[in-house]
């Protein structure tokens, strides 16, 4: 108790020397406006900033001034924790303390711009982190990463996962080999396994099924409140409201396809989605990166979700922080699950989520992180609210929300240089000649009129380090 009324009292102290810090930057800009209006401006947009600075810097400094009291390691864990579960309801981007407000079309203009900025810059690959290549140690064989790709795919969509796995091996794997894993929640036929077998002949393949349990609709779900959700989601113009196996793909890819006895021996996976384009040739091995880079997640893709699929995921995350508060990462991108001004109506619809996400079509994880005892804990807490059948929560959210609170945001990575395209989305880097096949012009995200579903560039900017902006 002592400790606990302690935490309080230096709490407190925090935020009166944040306030008077505030305060003081406030009237500086309050003078420099009148002596220089455009100057003004643009001290306004860094007092936002510094005001997290010194956030940081006061509980820093209040740390140290406590450390006898008691172990201050966990006591600083648990103050910089709480603090940002006092966060998670509100907005990430209120602009309080700037006098020019943007409205959401110059928002919308300013990070569009900023993302095609991005893509001016040639990549061939990561800069600055560590890359394995085939032929680093030429008197040495080989070693793979404990890595697999992983497809949840139907008979029916043989055809269109095969030009996936054509893809992926002229582009990177007919160097390395890894292995693949086939899901299904029916038995697969002889001509998918003959067909896939065929393609890899240098691969080991396995073909799984899923049981029953865990993928079909589990006991507890209220049979009418599911009704009622579905005809909820059918009268919003959601896709899939109604499809039950959509439902259940989602909730198994959220939580389950990395306990599969197939995927148990594995560490990282990639996701193979049937139908889905790769342009540019992967020099590096991907798996090793993540591995030698103690990444947790890889996208190439973040958009907006319907807020009515998700409405109450991120309330019942905040629900189950606030009774185990010592999962949330310190260094998580809580942040950027907040942002609230490109697409308001979604933060508000989603309660308190911005509905952001990784497109999980393409994803390359650490498998360990789901199985840590975080991720597994929320998913029991996900499991008994429901929200995969009474509304449409998706693994791409899932997943984005999971890593974006659990995980240190510096591990998780955008793949810039991996060309990409899942209708009606690209990841389209400015590379050297030959080494991609035809693709739109490096920056293109979609057709017309869906800029506004781009969120990447909040990722950019609210949750990559500046050394991260290659």
């Known amino acids: 108790m002592f400790q606990f009324l302690h935490l309080l009292r230096r709490r407190s102290q925090q935020r009166v020397i944040v306030a008077i810090v505030t305060l003081i930057l406030f009237i500086t800009l309050i003078t420099v406006h009148y002596r220089n209006p455009e100057y003004s401006e643009i ?13 940081e810097y006061t509980s820093d400094k209040l740390s140290g001034l406590y450390s006898s009291a008691f172990d201050s390691s966990s006591s600083n864990s648990l103050e910089a924790k709480l603090e940002i579960i006092d966060m998670l309801d509100k907005p990430a ?7 020019v407000e943007q409205t959401r079309e110059e928002f919308i203009a300013e990070r569009h711009q900023g993302y095609s900025n991005l893509f001016t810059k040639m990549i061939t690959e990561p800069k600055g982190l560590q890359l394995t290549k ?34 992926i091996e002229s582009t990177f794997n007919n160097k390395y080999h890894y292995p693949y894993v086939f899901l ?14 065929k393609l890899l002949p ?37 896709g899939y409201s109604a499809m039950l196996s959509y439902h259940n793909m989602c909730r198994y890819y959220s939580g389950g396809f990395y306990k599969h006895e197939l995927m148990q021996k ?55 922080l606030k009774q185990n508060p010592e999962y949330i990462h310190v260094n998580s991108a809580h942040a950027w699950l907040r942002e609230n001004l490109q697409n308001p109506s979604n933060y508000e619809r989603a309660h308190g989520y911005s509905t952001c996400h990784f497109w999980s079509n393409f994803e390359i994880a650490d498998m360990d992180f789901y199985r840590q005892p975080a991720y597994s804990s929320w998913m029991e807490h996900l499991e008994k609210a429901g929200g995969f059948y009474y509304e449409r929560w998706g693994d791409a959210p899932v997943h984005s929300v999971g890593v974006g609170l659990f995980a240190d945001k510096k591990d998780i990575h955008w793949f810039r240089d991996i060309g990409y395209f ?3 989305y690209y990841n389209a880097p400015l590379r ?14 979609a057709g017309g009129g869906l800029k506004d579903q781009d969120c990447l560039y909040n990722w950019v900017n609210m949750a990559m380090g500046e050394d991260d902006h290659y």
Request: charged share 30%; proline share 6%.
């Open 266 to 320: 594995y560490r990282y996976y990639w996701r193979v989605e049937p139908g889905v384009k790769y342009f540019c040739d992967i020099e590096y091995d991907l798996f090793k990166f993540m591995h030698d880079n103690n990444k947790v997640y890889g996208f190439v893709i973040a958009l907006y979700d319907s807020p009515e699929s998700v409405k109450s995921l991120w309330p019942t995350t905040v629900e189950f």
């Open 202 to 238: 240098n691969s080991k393949v396995e073909f799984g099924v899923i049981n029953r349990e865990d993928w079909n609709k589990p006991s507890n779900i209220d049979l009418a409140k599911e009704e009622e959700g579905v005809k909820a989601l059918e009268d919003a113009g959601v």
């Open 43 to 55: 001290l306004g947009d860094h007092v936002t900033y510094y005001h997290g600075k010194v956030k």
């Open 93 to 99: 981007l209120k602009q309080e303390l700037s006098p």
């Open 432 to 445: 050297e000649k030959g080494k991609c096949l035809k693709m739109p012009a490096p920056g293109t995200f």
């Open 422 to 424: 899942h209708p009606p």
């Open 184 to 197: 299904n929640d029916e038995t697969f036929s002889d001509q998918f396994k003959e067909k896939i077998l």
């Open 134 to 167: 085939i032929g680093d140690s030429p008197d040495q064989p080989y070693e793979l990463a404990n890595a697999t790709f992983v497809s949840l795919v139907r008979n029916s969509e043989l055809r269109a996962v095969i030009s996936t796995i054509t893809q």
